[in-house]
Every structure is written in C-alpha cells, then in structure tokens.
C-alpha cells in the first residue's frame, strides 16, 4: 500500500505562485508513474503533470510553461510549482502514484484546494 499526503493549497490571487508537495510513504518501491491531476466544478478529473517511466515528464498543454513538477528521491516527495496562477487553475489538487509489482496499482491522496481569485 502506499499512502499519499498532498498538501500546500489555499487561495492565491491571479499571476500569483503556490507551491504543492505530495509525500508518499509505504512501500513507495515499483512506483513507475507519479503526478498530479486536478479535477475543477463540474468537471472531469484531469492531468497536470507527472513523471513518466523512464524518468521524463509529462505536462498538460495549458500547464506547460507555467507549472513544473519535481521531486526529493530522499524524501519520496514530488512537487508541482505552480506560476501565473489564473482562475481557471482552481481545482482540488490530487496527487496520484501508479505501482507495478506484476499488476498496476493507482493510488490517490486526499486532495488540496486550490483557489485563485481574478
């Protein structure tokens, strides 16, 4: 099982930055895929960004250039550095870990609020 404690959210202005952590812990081995997804009002869930197996990233179009994700290896902890914040960007923030240890295991925190105000 792995445990995902996400947590950095509040509410920003317009054009302002926050800075999300996700923190895993269990057994964090055959972790392959880890990310961020958010999911806004009356919307489907969506991808930000993640680290891809074999070590690259993917972002989602809107969020290229603005946001960037990262990590502590040490720390089993991934960031998502979020710039120019708009009000669109509000959403519950989720961090997702994917596991492969013979099958795919999906894994998500709780979830962190993000509000930006125009």
């Known amino acids: 099982q792995v445990q995902l404690v996400e947590s950095g959210g509040g509410l920003v202005q317009a054009g302002g930055s926050l800075r999300l952590s996700c923190a895993a812990s269990g057994t964090t081995y055959k972790i392959e895929r880890m990310g961020w997804y958010r999911q806004a009002p009356g919307k489907q869930r969506e991808l930000v960004a993640a680290f891809i197996p074999g070590g690259g990233t993917s972002y989602a179009g809107s969020m290229k250039g603005r946001f960037t994700i990262s990590r502590d290896n040490q720390k089993n902890t991934v960031y998502l550095q979020m710039n120019g914040l708009k009000p669109e960007d509000t959403a519950v923030y989720y961090c997702?870990?994917?596991?492969?240890?013979?099958?795919?295991?999906?894994?998500w925190g709780q979830g962190t609020l993000v509000t930006v105000s125009s």
């Open positions: 997702n870990a994917q596991q492969y240890n013979g099958t795919w295991k999906s894994y």
